[in-house]
């Protein structure tokens, strides 16, 4: 047997249907005063499952939009926003799931955007040092776990009939100072190896696709030197560079070249190949 049901509907129209509001009760007199919340929650079921909480839009030539948000705040913090499946006591816990829908054959698929808040100086601090105001920052981890592995985090972007997406992974823009950096670094272990980085590009039906490491040269002419590209392992962990056989073709070439100057009284970079030293052997 079902319980009751409750059912609020506003009024159909032929030009616009009527509106269903939902308001709690404003806070007026004291400063710590709080106004009045609603709360919309699914009935319990000690044995089964609860019952389901639907916000959406309905069909139409042209969807309505759905939007959560919160208030702005006049003094103080703005409100928060959090949205969480349940925990689960003898199963698995809920997943959760943001997508966009698709686009029609002469449509373009919509885009999911994720930005964290900007900050602004107060008005009376431009031309002074604001450096303690960090805009928002946005974090992705992946669930631990604790009696097999951790979750993994995936980034691809979308298959195209011309030319696939690309992933760009950009630092921010220094104005005032220096540029963000980009870490990409693998998990440490206590007891066993650390995690590999390994960046490869795949095979591909005529030829695979580069790999580029360079850094950027001054702006500004005369003004200093490009940046470092630095190699190393670990303690007596060895370094290999190779080039693949090749079975249709001349084998591949290794180049290793020194930086020229244009620079009166100056010298062309050096190529320099030390081995290691050994205290105790040759």
């Not at 959760?96 to 919509?110: I, K, Q, R, T, Y």
């Not at 979750?151 to 220096?178: A, K, M, R």
């Not at 095979?203 to 470092?228: A, F, K, N």
């Amino acid at each position: 047997m079902s319980g009751g049901s409750i059912s609020i509907e506003s009024g159909s129209s032929m030009i616009k249907g009527g509106s269903l509001n939902l308001l709690a009760g404003d806070a007026v007199g004291e400063r710590d005063a709080i106004g009045g919340s609603v709360v919309m929650q699914s009935g319990s079921s000690p044995d089964s499952h609860s019952g389901s909480v639907v916000l959406e839009s309905n069909a139409g030539g042209m969807s309505g939009t759905l939007s959560l948000g919160t208030g702005m705040s006049t003094d103080g913090s703005s409100g928060s926003m959090a949205i969480s499946t349940g925990s689960s006591s003898s199963g698995d816990s809920g997943s959760m799931v943001l997508s966009v829908g698709s686009a029609s054959e002469d449509g373009e698929g919509g885009s999911l955007e994720m930005s964290a808040g900007t900050s602004y100086p107060a008005a009376s601090s431009f031309g002074r040092n604001t450096l303690d105001r960090s805009g928002g920052a946005v974090n992705l981890s992946s669930g631990s776990s604790y009696a097999g592995p951790g979750g993994d985090i995936s980034l691809s972007s979308g298959v195209g009939s011309v030319s696939g997406g690309s992933v760009n992974v950009i630092g921010g823009q220094g104005v005032g100072g220096e540029g963000g950096s980009i870490l990409l670094s693998s998990g440490k272990s206590e007891v066993s190896m650390s995690g590999d980085v390994m960046i490869s590009t795949p095979s591909g039906g005529i030829s695979s696709g580069s790999i580029s490491l360079e850094t950027g040269s001054p702006s500004q002419l005369g003004t200093g030197i490009g940046g470092e590209i630095s190699l190393s392992t670990g303690s007596g962990g060895p370094l290999s560079l190779s080039i693949e056989s090749s079975s249709v073709s001349k084998g591949g070439d290794a180049s290793m070249q020194a930086g020229s100057t244009i620079a009166s009284n100056m010298d062309g970079g050096d190529v320099l190949i030390v081995s290691g030293s050994s205290l105790t052997g040759t």
